[in-house]
C-alpha cells in the first residue's frame, strides 16, 4: 500500500477548510501553530467518532464504565506519573535553517526509507514471481532485504540504548553517522540535542498567596488512574473491569506541522482494563484483536493499517503494539495498545500515600490490578477517515468529482433531502419529509442549484444519501434515494426511507 502522498495531504487540508470540517485557530490573526478548530461538518464527523468509540467501548462491554476527569489535577499526579521527570522528547535545530526536529522522528524517518526500500523490492519481487510468490520466505532470504533488515535493527537499538543511557551525544552522534539532512536546508549542520519537557504548565490561585504550579494534562489516563477506586467501589465493578474517558490533551510538542496529526491541544480516547496480575497477556492480546475489529467495522480496508509490535518496551511495559495507519505523508502510529503492569497504580499507592489494591472477594487477597490500556487519538482517527475518505473520481460521463467515502455510520450529515425543482409543490413535500427524517438522522435540505450540483456538494462533505423529491412523488409518494459511492438510483416509498437509511448506515456485526 503506497502512501498517496504530500500533493493529496495538500488537497485533503484546503478540502478540510473549503467545506466546513476544520480551520486553523484564530485564523483572522494568522492562526496558532498545531491548534485548530472543528467547523460544523467537523463537529458533527468528531462527535460520531466518539459516539462510535464510546458506544462500543462502554455500552458493548458490560464491564466498561465511563469517565469525565478535570483536565487539571494534583502536581504530584505528574511526579508519580513519570510526566515532570521524563515526558521529554529529545529535540535538534538545525543551524542552517534554524528548523526545529525531534531526533527521534529524524531517525524514525531515515527509517521509514529502509522500510520503503524493502517493500519496493518484495513488491518487484511479487510481480516477477506471479502467483508463485512466497513473501516470507523472500523477506527472509533476499540479500537486499536481509541488509536492509539488519541496518533497521542496528540502528534501532543503538537509539534506543542511547536514549535509556540519557547519551542524547550518541544520539546526535548516530544522526551523523546516517547522514541525516535538514529537509529544509539539505544541510547536516546539527546543534547538539536536548531533552524538551511537553507538559504545559500555569498557575492556579492568585500569586499572593503562593499560587501552585499546575499542569494542563498530557493524557486523559491519569485521570482513570487516581480515580480507579472511585469508580469500582461506587460502580461495584470485579476484576477484570475497563474505564473508558474521552478528553482534552495538551502536549508542547516540538514538530507541529503535521496538520492535525500532531497537535499542541488534541482529544484521546483512552480505556484502562484492571486485571489480576498474571492475566495481562491475555487482556492484551484481547483488546489488540478488539481494537482492530472496531478499526475494520468501519468498512475502511485493512491494507490501510498495520499492527506494529514494539521490539523494546517501555520500562513499565510488558506488551505494546502500535495499530498503524497509512496516512498520505507514510505509515504512522493511530492507535497503541500497552500492557502497563502495575506501574502507575503503583506509583500513585507510593506518592498519594493511599492503598491502591483490589480486594479479590474470590481469593480472600487484595493486589495491585494491572493493567491494558487502548489510546487512540480522536483527532488522529478523524484525519485517518480523511485520508481514506478523500477521493476525486473521473466519471463515466467524463467529468470529475471529489467524494468523500467517509464510513456512512459516521458521516457528518446522513442524507440530503432535495426537491427537484424549486416550484409546483416540490419544495413543500421536501419539507415535510425533511421534517420527519430530521428526528432520525442529521439531515440536509438544499433546493438551490441544479440537482447534479446539489449531489456534488454532498459527495464533497460524505453525505451517504440522498433523496429526491420529483412530481411522481406526489402522485404515488415514492422517492429517488441515490447512493455516494456507487451513484445508483432506486425508487422507494416515503415511508421506508428511514428504515432504508437506518439498515444501510448500520455498523452493528452482522449476524
Ligand atoms: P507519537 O509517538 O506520535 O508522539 P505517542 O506515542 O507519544 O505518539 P501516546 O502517548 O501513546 O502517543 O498517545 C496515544 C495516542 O494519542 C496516539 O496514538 C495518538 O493517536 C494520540 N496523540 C498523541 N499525541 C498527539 C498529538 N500531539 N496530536 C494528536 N494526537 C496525538
Known amino acids: 500500500m503506497a502512501s498517496k502522498g504530500e500533493d493529496q495531504f495538500k488537497k485533503i487540508i484546503s478540502h478540510c477548510k473549503e467545506y466546513g470540517f476544520i480551520y486553523p485557530s484564530s485564523e483572522i490573526y494568522d492562526g496558532l501553530s498545531a491548534v485548530y478548530d472543528y467547523g460544523p461538518n467537523g463537529a458533527e464527523l468528531k462527535n460520531n467518532i466518539k459516539d462510535y468509540w464510546w458506544k462500543s467501548m462502554v455500552q458493548h462491554h458490560e464491564n466498561i464504565v465511563g469517565l469525565d476527569a478535570a483536565i487539571f489535577m494534583h502536581p504530584t499526579v505528574w511526579k508519580a506519573s513519570g510526566h515532570l521527570e521524563a515526558f521529554n522528547d529529545p529535540l535538534i535545530d538545525n543551524k542552517d535553517s534554524k528548523k526545529r526536529y525531534r531526533a527521534d522522528i529524524l531517525i524514525e524517518d531515515y527509517i521509514a526509507k529502509l522500510e520503503d526500500k524493502i517493500q519496493k523490492e518484495v513488491e518487484k519481487a511479487a510481480k516477477r514471481f506471479g502467483e508463485k510468490f512466497d513473501e516470507k520466505m523472500f523477506r527472509e532470504t533476499n540479500p537486499r532485504v536481509m541488509a536492509n533488515r539488519e541496518k533497521i535493527e542496528s540502528i534501532n537499538s543503538r537509539f534506543v540504548k542511547a536514549m535509556e543511557e540519557e547519551r542524547l551525544d550518541d544520539v546526535k552522534a548516530l544522526i551523523e553517522e546516517l547522514g ?3 529537509p529544509v536546508s539539505g544541510s547536516k549542520n546539527w546543534t547538539e540535542v536536548r531533552q524538551f519537557n511537553l507538559m504545559f504548565n500555569t498557575k492556579m490561585g492568585s500569586l499572593s498567596d503562593g499560587a501552585n504550579e499546575v499542569y494542563l494534562r498530557p493524557e486523559t489516563a491519569q485521570g482513570i488512574f487516581v480515580n480507579y477506586l472511585n469508580v469500582q467501589k461506587t460502580s461495584r465493578m470485579k476484576l477484570p473491569f475497563g474505564i473508558a474517558q474521552v478528553g482534552k490533551a495538551f502536549r508542547n510538542e516540538i514538530v507541529a506541522r503535521q496538520f492535525i496529526f500532531r497537535m499542541r491541544e488534541f482529544e484521546q480516547m483512552e480505556m484502562q482494563y484492571f ?3 498474571g492475566q495481562e497477556k491475555e ?12 478499526h475494520l467495522a468501519m468498512g475502511i480496508p485493512e491494507k490501510f493499517f498495520r499492527v506494529h509490535e514494539h521490539e523494546k518496551l517501555a520500562h513499565y511495559a510488558n506488551a505494546a ?3 498503524e495507519f497509512w496516512f498520505p505523508f507514510g505509515l504512522k ?3 497503541g495498545v500497552h500492557s502497563r503492569t502495575d506501574f ?5 499507592q507510593k506518592f498519594s500515600g493511599k492503598k491502591l489494591q483490589y480486594f479479590d472477594p474470590e481469593t480472600n487477597k487484595s493486589y495491585v490490578p494491572y493493567v491494558v490500556e487502548t489510546s487512540i487519538g480522536l483527532d488522529r482517527m478523524f484525519l485517518a477517515i480523511l485520508s481514506y475518505a478523500y477521493n476525486e473520481e473521473k466519471l463515466e460521463d467524463g467529468s470529475e468529482r471529489v467524494v468523500m467515502n467517509i464510513p456512512p455510520a459516521l458521516a457528518p450529515v446522513k442524507v ?6 424549486k416550484k409546483d409543490g416540490l419544495p413543500e413535500k421536501a419539507r415535510e419529509i425533511f421534517d420527519r427524517l430530521k428526528y432520525d438522522f442529521n439531515c440536509h435540505y438544499e433546493e438551490k442549484d441544479a440537482i447534479g450540483r446539489r449531489y456534488r456538494r454532498q459527495d464533497a462533505i460524505g453525505t451517504p444519501y440522498c433523496i429526491t423529491i420529483d412530481h411522481d412523488t406526489l402522485k404515488d409518494n415514492s422517492v429517488t434515494i441515490r447512493e455516494r459511492d456507487s451513484m445508483e438510483q432506486d425508487r422507494i416509498p416515503i415511508e421506508k426511507i428511514s428504515a432504508v437509511v437506518a439498515e444501510r448506515i448500520d455498523i452493528r456485526p452482522k449476524k
Open 180 to 182: 541525516i539532512a535538514c
Open 275 to 277: 486485571v489480576t496480575p
Open 283 to 294: 487482556w492484551f492480546e484481547y483488546w489488540k484483536k478488539e481494537r482492530m475489529r472496531w
Open 321 to 323: 503494539v502500535d495499530i
Open 333 to 335: 502510529e493511530l492507535e
Open 344 to 348: 502507575d497504580l503503583g506509583a500513585h
Open 416 to 421: 440530503a433531502v432535495l426537491p427537484l425543482l
